[in-house]
């Protein structure tokens, strides 16, 4: 009798973990169902993001290079800005996606330049109070948003701006 007993007791604790077992399963084939859509999503985002990023630095560069070619910017001031649109679209891109500072980006553009961080600190310094608020936020957005501020108020001179690029 106590045989069957444990028999009986051992039989319904395989039932509950079969049971348990089965509700996992169906937990863990939802979860990768998830997975696969969060992924298309993120990718579906980066796709987006690398876009925009580049379309944002052409234009950045259109209105330097429309600025230089009518005299309103030039020398330092202009390498420092074309440096710094040129590689808009990389910095946005490894601030969103490898979690870089802007400053990091900004380094690793000027690896290959004559250009130095301090070059980039002294023109930001001569740059408007929005300018600079926008640049030391040292994220993606205050980095756009530092860039059109800067490349759309050379067309465009500001009354505020005691400053010129």
């Keep these: 009798m ?12 395989l039932i509950f973990f079969v049971l ?15 997975a696969k859509q ?14 925009t990023a580049k379309s944002l630095q052409q234009i950045f560069i ?8 009518k005299g309103l910017i030039s020398g330092k001031k202009y390498d420092v800005l074309i440096l710094i649109v040129s590689s808009s679209a990389k910095i946005i891109f490894d601030n969103c996606e490898k979690g870089h500072s802007i400053e990091e980006g900004l380094n ?11 070059d980039i600190k002294s023109f930001m310094q001569e740059q408007p109070n929005d300018v600079r608020i926008s640049w030391v936020k040292n994220t993606a957005d205050g980095f756009i948003k530092a860039c059109d501020l800067m490349t759309s108020g050379l067309l465009a ?3 505020s701006s005691s400053a010129s690029v």
């Design 157 to 159: 001179p500001r009354a």
């Design 2 to 13: 106590l045989a069957f007993s444990i028999i009986a007791v051992l039989v319904l604790i």
């Design 38 to 51: 969060n992924a298309s999503k993120a990718n579906s985002a980066f796709v987006t993001l690398s876009t």
């Design 20 to 34: 348990k077992v089965q509700s996992l399963q169906k937990l863990v084939n939802s979860n990768k169902h998830l």
């Design 62 to 69: 259109e209105r330097v290079e429309s600025a230089s070619s």
């Design 108 to 118: 690793i553009a000027l690896r290959d330049t004559e250009l130095s961080m301090e």
